[in-house]
């Protein structure tokens, strides 16, 4: 399995998903700045990977910090955890992730019980984002056929992740089962996470996939080319609203059209039950990236460009979204706080 990230001899080492596909390049950081850099310059990307860089980025800290008490490792680490929820605000995981580790870190008395804490969390979370990818793509892997040809957008894969997947996690798991599926990717305009990234995972694993500009769904989806839809999510509220990538709506709203359905793949850390949709911070990013590809200018000088990272899909247009534990059905409100409420009791 492909492991996206880890801490190797003091340093959170990783791969640079600018430079794939054409080359593999190791991203060593030493610092929680350098994590940050990496993750505001879209080296590290996706919800859930977003949220374990997170953790290994107050590991830095805690490992470099020569604090002499707790009191004042505890500042750095505030100050760490500031600027890494300020790198990226849309996706759920990044602030769940550093919340996580805060809200233990008061109760230590000994700064060396409290570096051992970070780290060990860090690694923790790490650890329990690839399970529960694996459960997702056993529970995901019920929804799909043989046969299938399923499309997916921007990159919800191992490399969204710790390891293995959300939506990419599922369509491996259903190969894994002995069926057979064929998988349409999205480019992912701006900047390309499907024909990147979502191409070389899956050919590097020999899973048949065809890409198509993202001005292509609604003709394939219409042609019948499209048996079913699954995505990945960078939050999702209690009542089934899904934010994912600039683009999924669109999806949506052609396979609901069509009565193709249309799946959510998402571990529970992408919830955000506390937040409304109404409030949700839609992350803009500089207009270079849209009026550039790769380097090369393709519009005039003097036009300028949108660049919402997101959006919002409504949840009357999703069919079941899949976690680690089950796959929740509508009504999403009712049914996500259950299981909700069920995990609490069951960790
Ligand atoms: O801007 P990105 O590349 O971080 O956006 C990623 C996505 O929107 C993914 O679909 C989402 O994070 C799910 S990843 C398992």
């Known amino acids: ?4 990230i880890e801490m190797k ?9 600018t430079k794939l596909p054409s080359v593999r390049v190791e991203l060593r950081m030493r610092t929680c700045q350098e994590v940050c850099r990496a993750i505001r310059e879209m080296k590290i990307r996706g919800a859930p990977l977003l949220g374990v860089a997170a953790g290994y980025g107050l590991a830095l800290t805690a490992r470099r910090s020569r604090s002499k008490t707790v009191g004042r490792m505890v500042n750095e680490l505030e100050r760490s955890a500031i600027m890494l929820v300020n790198t ?3 996706g759920a995981n990044l602030k769940w992730a550093v919340q996580r580790i805060m809200e233990k870190v008061s109760s230590y008395r000994d700064v060396e019980d409290l570096r051992a804490f970070v780290l060990g969390e860090a690694d923790r979370i790490r650890d329990e984002d690839i399970h529960s990818n ?5 529970y995901g892997a019920t929804l799909l056929d043989d046969g299938d040809t399923v499309l997916t957008h921007c990159n919800a894969g191992a490399l969204a992740t710790a390891g293995y997947g959300t939506a990419l996690g599922v369509i491996r798991a259903a190969i894994q089962e002995g069926k057979r599926i064929k998988v349409i990717a999205t480019e992912t305009r701006p900047l390309l996470q499907g024909a990147r990234l979502t191409a070389y995972e899956l050919t590097s694993e020999h899973i048949p ?8 769904v609604g003709y394939s989806i219409k042609q019948g080319c499209v048996n079913k839809v699954i995505v990945g999510a960078d939050r999702i509220f209690s009542t089934g609203h899904v934010v994912n990538k600039i683009g999924t709506y669109t999806v949506s709203l052609a396979a609901k059209e069509h009565r193709v359905p249309f799946y959510v793949a998402a571990p529970l850390s992408t919830f955000d039950f506390m937040g409304s949709v109404e409030s949700v911070a839609i992350e803009n990013r500089r207009e270079e990236e849209v009026l550039f590809l790769e380097g090369r200018r393709i519009a005039p000088r003097g036009v300028h460009a949108l660049n919402p990272a997101f959006d919002v899909t409504p949840p009357e247009n999703v069919t079941a979204i899949v976690t680690e534990r089950g796959v929740l059905w509508p009504p999403y409100e009712t049914n996500s706080r259950r299981m909700a409420e069920s995990s609490n009791s069951a960790s």
């Not at 001899?9 to 998903?17: E, F, L, P, W």
């Open 134 to 138: 694996l459960s997702i793509g056993k």
């Open 9 to 17: 001899k003091g340093a959170v080492v990783t791969i640079d998903q």
């Open 1 to 4: 399995m492909l492991k996206t």
């Open 88 to 90: 990226r605000p849309t």
């Open 209 to 216: 996939v065809t890409l198509i500009t993202d001005n292509m």
